[in-house]
């Protein structure tokens, strides 16, 4: 298999982006979330504008083969920030050749840039792959993790 090369996704990236969603939808065995509603061209670039938003991308050639999307959260304790991974995927075919951790490690270099206290994210029970990765990388906290529907008041 030909190297790949990871870097971060800017305005001018957004055919990138897109390539990013069926790749998720893919990985997660969840096309209808990141293909029934793609957002517009003009959202998308929006978000890459943002600095609270990072995208990074690892291609092969030409093509993502590889992704991350991640948000800056400003602390109100400290003059801080935190950064979440909400999406990492490598497309199936390319696995186990350390494009996750390149994408983590170049997420790294971005998040110190901008001044970030940390990186955290989330692993289901049962995706040993991602549990095994993050192990690696960092420091495990057993948490829970509530969804609260914004569309009903209790």
Known sequence: MAPFVVRALTAADLVNLKAMLPMFGRAFDDPATYGDAVPSDDYLTRLLCKRDFIAIAAFEQSTVVG???AYVLEKFERERSEVYIYDLA??????RRGLATALINELRRISAERGAHVIFVQADYGDDPAIALY?????????????IDVDRTV
Do not use: N, P, Q, S
Not at 90 to 95: I, P, Q
Not at 135 to 147: A, N, P, Y
């Open 67 to 69: 992704g991350l999307a």
């Open 135 to 147: 192990t690696k990388l960092g420091t495990r906290e057993d948490v829970m993790h509530f969804d």
């Open 90 to 95: 490598v497309a199936e075919e390319h696995r």
